[in-house]
T-cell receptor
Framework: DAGITQSPRHKVTETGTPVTLRCHQT?????MYWYRQDPGHGLRLIHY???????DKGEVSDGYSVSRSKTEDFLLTLESATSSQTSVYFC???????????FGPGTRLTVL | AQSVTQPDIHITVSEGASLELRCNYS??????LFWYVQSPGQGLQLLLK??????LVQGIKGFEAEFKRSQSSFNLRKPSVHWSDAAEYFC??????????????FGTGTQLKVEL
């Protein structure tokens, strides 16, 4: 299995509070991604990174920001959490464009 | 924009029976295609992938899939299902992103139940 960890694995927070999720990889892969998974929607891309300090938006980026200061770490921040951001968040990595993505174990976030 | 349709939300098969999960995609160029499996509370595990070449691809756990460009399909098959195959299966199409890497667009998944 690809070396990907996510922390925390579970979090409950209140509306309006900031939340940061961390993805850590030991594979030295260039590309990292954040997805959210919701029933009836499959997984949808939030943000991605194509190198240190190089990030871009995905299809559901509103309300989220990301940062990547090191190859191995990709952070997802909810500046002011809302109930609509209750979801399971997955980090993924890939070595190149024409390569498969490997997924982390996920973080279950509940916003009350 | 690309899209993926998995028309079967739930499928139930008996252990030992054959399995086919359907996947249709929409994409303007030659697609990258994937099948992932997810067990409850777990992440996604890659079963197999298609980038180019032979249209019949073999994956892990005895799964295979066939890319049919004329039908825009990438159906997943297994000749004999095991009880441990019960899980949710996702088909995905990959499209190149501006900065490199590729964005996966997923179908909504097919939940497989295996009857003993």
């Amino acid at each position: 299995d690809a070396g990907i960890t996510q922390s925390p694995r579970h979090k409950v927070t209140e509306t309006g509070t900031p939340v940061t999720l961390r993805c850590h990889q030991t594979e030295n892969h260039r590309y990292m991604y954040w997805y959210r998974q919701d029933p009836g929607h499959g997984l949808r891309l939030i943000h991605y990174s194509y190198g240190v300090k190089d990030t871009d938006k995905g299809e559901v980026s509103d309300g989220y920001s990301v940062s990547r200061s090191k190859t191995e770490d990709f952070l997802l921040t909810l500046e002011s959490a809302t109930s609509s951001q209750t979801s399971v968040y997955f980090c993924a990595i890939s070595e190149g464009t024409a390569n498969e993505q490997f997924f982390g174990p996920g973080t279950r976030l509940t916003v009350l | 924009a690309q899209s993926v349709t998995q028309p079967d939300i739930h499928i139930t098969v008996s252990e030992g029976a054959s399995l086919e999960l359907r996947c249709n995609y929409s994409y303007g160029a030659t697609p990258y295609l994937f099948w992932y499996v997810q067990s409850p509370g777990q992440g996604l595990q890659l079963l197999l992938k298609y980038f180019s070449g032979d249209t019949l691809v073999q994956g892990i756990k005895g799964f295979e899939a066939e890319f049919k460009r004329s039908q825009s399909s990438f159906n997943l098959r297994k000749p004999s299902v095991h009880w441990s195959d019960a899980a949710e299966y996702f088909c995905a199409v990959g499209a190149r992103l501006t900065g490199g890497g590729n964005k996966l667009t997923f179908g909504t998944g097919t939940q497989l139940k295996v009857e003993l």
